[in-house]
């Protein structure tokens, strides 16, 4: 995987030049020396700058998964600076830049290859038209998952014919119908038969496996909103999973949505390049992931963990003051070397988090199927993914598939991708976290996030379309507001 800044900023450069008069622009056009960057080139650049905003960010007080979510589902803990998202508590350049970051690296890149392949555009080509509905889809998700209302039928127009500086907001119900037609509308564009595609350092250009993951992410939509909108949510598993032909979905882990780093900078791991580069030690496995997995035999334990000098794989409790966390550096277990490997990848989605949606959604009564055998194939999964055996023994320990058994597994398999665990756990409730150490100092009035706040860019720049994004909420803009599809 190779990022293009440099070209993508040179080109950019070049595109930004002028000249004297129109006469001399006539003399002097090079076939060489391009005026619109092709897709192929904003590709790359657009799905390494989301992924990996979503997976890591090196930069500190922006880390998304590492810094909050990772710590906030219990996954890893502080042993030091627990004031950078272990206790709740953030800087403002955690949720500013990450708007940002989402914005405009990633939307504005996307829309631009929509734009540029789309009918009539400059580089027509409907395969990278529909890749790209898929990431800002997948991008656009993450926003309202993160934030509540969001600009999004508005969003992106800064630089139409008729700009708009000043979009309003939507609520999370309309930004799920709009990316849930938008994913339909992705998997018909797509096609195995039409134009190749470069660039495409996910899935190297495999047009089927872009058409299973827009359909996967489909489903997830549809099964978060369900209980907020159960017609037209079981319309749309119904549609996807009636008819495997024209709406293909995962079938194993080798479609899974990931990206693949590379050794060479600046395209690794952006947690090699915090803990390895960086020589950031900061963290440690969490008391409740490392109890959890020790509890059930799960050898998942060794890929997510590393034994500490007895051989053991523990952990500390969250929220801890740093003078109590520091005296646990010798016996709590460091995070897995598989996951701080240079190239280990990134991932979006996986053939485990598909068969655990739909192990709920047959739970729920919303699709025909057995909750079992969802359940006991997400979980097969999720160990295969790491080149693991389910123990012998395991399948039954963790019983029958209850919504309560069937959201701990999925916050077992989704190690790594705690956004998307995060979302789930305020969707459910679940898995139910132990009670807060003693000893544990929380900010946000001991609440674990529900959100994230609004950036001050739009405070300062979106401020009439922010107040009423705010009042979609119905609540205040803060870290405690629930968001549309929380089920309780």
Known sequence: MKIIKALFVSIGLMTLAGSCTSEFDEMNVSPNDPTAISPQYLLPYALEASVDRYWGVRTRFERLNLDGAM???????RNIYSNEGDNYEVSVGFYTNNWKGFFNDAQVNYQRIIALAGPGGKFENANYEGVALVMRSWVFSLLADVYGPIPYTEALKGTAESPNYTPVYDPVETVYAGLLKDLKTANEKLSVTGPAIAGDILYG??????????NSLRLRLANRQAVKKSAESKAVMAEILGNATTYPVFTSNADNAKLTNSAVLPSNNEWHQVMIQDGRTDWNISKTLADRLNELGDSRITVYAQPNKAGKYEGHANGLPDAVATAYLGTSSLLGTYFTAPTAPAVIMTFSELNLILAEAAADGDITGSAQTYLEKGITASFDQYGLTVPAGYLAKVGTATKTTIMEQKWISLFGQAIEAWTEYRRTGLPVLPAKDSRS??????????????????????KVSLD???SLLGGADDMKSKLWWVEK
Do not use: H
């Not at 710590?71 to 803990?77: H, I, S, V």
């Not at 250009?205 to 827009?214: E, M, P, T």
């Open 71 to 77: 710590c906030w589902m219990q996954y890893l803990t």
């Open 205 to 214: 250009g495999d047009i089927l496996k872009w058409k299973k993951f827009a």
């Open 468 to 470: 009423k994004g705010i």
């Open 441 to 462: 100092v929380f900010s946000n009035d001991g609440v674990l996030p529900t959100r994230l706040k609004y950036p001050t860019s739009e405070y300062s720049l979106n």
